[in-house]
């Protein structure tokens, strides 16, 4: 090209012609990319992904529990300041209620009900009036601002008050698509949790007083039949759920394994006397000891020979002198089994609507404490369809298959 021609911006470095001094307003060419990349600057790596993932998965736990605590809040308010304010302003009774130190808030909640309505954007008639535009902080002043009225029906202001104060800070980053940490987020499940049960809403299942009723399980239930939770291994599993949440306060316990070491090594002696003179009606099932199958473990185990034996039995004298202890031995039964064990499970309180269950499946080459763990909640379910049935999932299994195991066994003297 001649002399009066346009230069070309600099090339890449390397290539001929190149110059670090790039003339003003001269825009550099990009590189070539490869098919389907989308430039390196807006590329993003494995690493990010599972970085957005993870943000994703914590603030749609959150927006569950603030949606659910939200959703409880506005009934309450509804509840309590819809007959005081209502018979006099009708429709406006929210207006009314708000009064002159609200007025900012609640006409803008009017305003954009309004541009709601007319852009068609409530799907939902009972959407349709000023309570259902406020927000949890607008919520939450209303119920302050006329405490007298809700005081008959909740002890401590303080209590709600502090309970709200924890889940701003999670409702200001899931609203801004912030990152929410792990802590934060706990703390918003608790503060939810908490600020539900002193709403009125421990919900209707009775198993929530042993295993509380997860956010994500009251929406979702049906997917997974009655399994609540999943853990990768025991240690894990007590971590979440410790044996005093298992066991303690039980009426009836039944457990089949191999040596119960989730029972005998987690919850002493002691608490299962006391447990058992309160009324718990207990029955262990030991794998025999001295049976073949305990050998053939052993072995897929790679241990010494006896030691599972030795272990077993220790567990079995444990709970013997555990039942010498009681005034009512009949009402703690042990027995043993000589088949080959094919899963360990604690079935408790499962003979009622407010059972759980942890069960763990044997595998060849994984001890006990190493093994995924599956908690079940025994009675009816808190999601149901029409299509699903009331005993579709997996604790009804487990107890035919203890009941089984157990007519087929030997008592321990």
Known sequence: MGSGGRELPPGDEGHEGHSTDVPPGTVSLARPMDVGAIGPELDWDADAWREVRTRAQRAG???????????????????????????????????????????????????????????????DPADDNVLSFLTLPQLRELMVQHWPCFEPYFDERR??????????????????????????????????????????????????????????????????????????????????????????????????????????????????????????????????????????????????????????????????????????????????????PRFTAYLVDGDGSDGIAVVQSYLRRSRGIEAPVLVLRGGSKLVKSDEVDDEAGLFPTYREEFEVAWADSRPVS
């Not at 809040?73 to 304010?85: D, E, K, N, Q, T």
Request: charge should be positive.
């Open 61 to 123: 736990r959150a927006y569950i529990w603030l949606n659910l605590v939200e959703q409880r809040l506005r009934a309450v308010v509804a509840a309590v300041l819809r007959p005081i304010y209502e018979p006099v302003h009708g429709d406006d009774w929210v207006v009314a209620a708000a009064g002159p130190a609200g007025q900012e808030w609640v006409q803008r909640a009017v305003a954009v009900r309004e541009v709601s309505r007319r852009k068609g954007y409530l799907l």
């Open 159 to 340: 209590d709600v008050e502090l309970a709200l104060d924890e889940l701003e800070v999670t409702r200001n980053v899931v609203s801004r698509n912030r990152a929410l940490s792990e802590a934060v987020l706990g703390q918003a499940e608790r503060a939810s949790s908490r600020l539900l049960e002193i709403l009125g809403t421990a919900g209707d299942v009775p198993s929530a007083r042993r295993l509380r009723v997860d956010a994500v399980e009251d929406l979702v239930g049906d997917r997974y039949g009655d399994v609540v939770a999943v853990h990768s291994d025991r240690v894990r599993l007590m971590r979440q759920f410790p044996a005093e949440n298992i066991f303690g306060g039980a009426r009836r316990l039944d457990a089949v394994g191999i040596g119960l070491n989730l029972l005998v090594q987690n919850f002493s002696g002691r608490r299962l006397v006391r447990l058992a003179e309160s009324g718990c009606r207990v029955r262990l099932l030991f794998l025999n000891p001295a049976s073949s199958a305990v050998k053939r473990r052993e072995r897929e185990l790679g241990i010494k020979r006896g030691e599972m034996s030795r272990a077993v039995e220790m567990n079995i004298l444990h709970m013997r002198r555990v039942r010498s202890k009681l005034r009512d031995p009949g009402a703690f039964e042990i027995q043993v089994y000589d088949e080959t």
